[in-house]
Nanobody, 121 residues
Framework: QVQLEESGGGLVQAGGSLRLTCTASGRTFLNMGWFRQDPGKEREFVAAIHWSGGSTALADSVKGRFTIARDNAKNAVYLQMNSLKPEDTAVYYC????????????????WGQGTQVTVSS
C-alpha cells in the first residue's frame, strides 16, 4: 500500500512562487505525477517524473514556470511553481503509478488528498 501526502499549498499573489511537496510511504520508486483540479472542471495533468528521476514531463500551460524533482532518499517529490497566475488556482494532487504513462490519469493508482493553491490577482 502506498500513502501520499501533499504539503506546501497556500495563498500567493500573482507572480509569486510556491513549492509543493509530496511525501510517499510504503512502496517506493514509483513514477510520480502532479495533477490539479478547479471546482467544476476536470482534473488535469501538470507534471510527472520517472521513478529514476531521469525523465520529466510538464503540461504546456506550466512549461517555463514549473519544475518537478524528486529525492528518492527522502521518498519525496517536489513541484516548484514560479510566476504563478490566477489560473493556476486549484487543488493540487500528488499521484503515483508503477507505469510511466505521464499524463494518463487513469494509470495512477495512488492519490493524495490534495493541497489548495490560490493565486490572487
Amino acid at each position: 500500500q502506498v500513502q501520499l501526502e501533499e504539503s506546501g499549498g497556500g495563498l500567493v499573489q500573482a507572480g509569486g512562487s510556491l513549492r509543493l511537496t509530496c511525501t510517499a510511504s510504503g512502496r517506493t520508486f514509483l513514477n510520480m505525477g502532479w495533477f490539479r483540479q478547479d471546482p467544476g472542471k476536470e482534473r488535469e495533468f501538470v507534471a510527472a517524473i520517472h521513478w529514476s528521476g531521469g525523465s520529466t514531463a510538464l503540461a504546456d500551460s506550466v512549461k517555463g514556470r514549473f519544475t518537478i524533482a524528486r529525492d528518492n532518499a527522502k521518498n519525496a517529490v517536489y513541484l516548484q511553481m514560479n510566476s504563478l497566475k490566477p489560473e493556476d488556482t486549484a487543488v493540487y494532487y500528488c499521484a503515483a503509478s508503477q507505469y510511466w504513462k505521464i499524463s494518463k490519469i487513469d494509470e495512477y493508482r495512488y492519490w493524495g488528498q490534495g493541497t489548495q493553491v490560490t493565486v490572487s490577482s
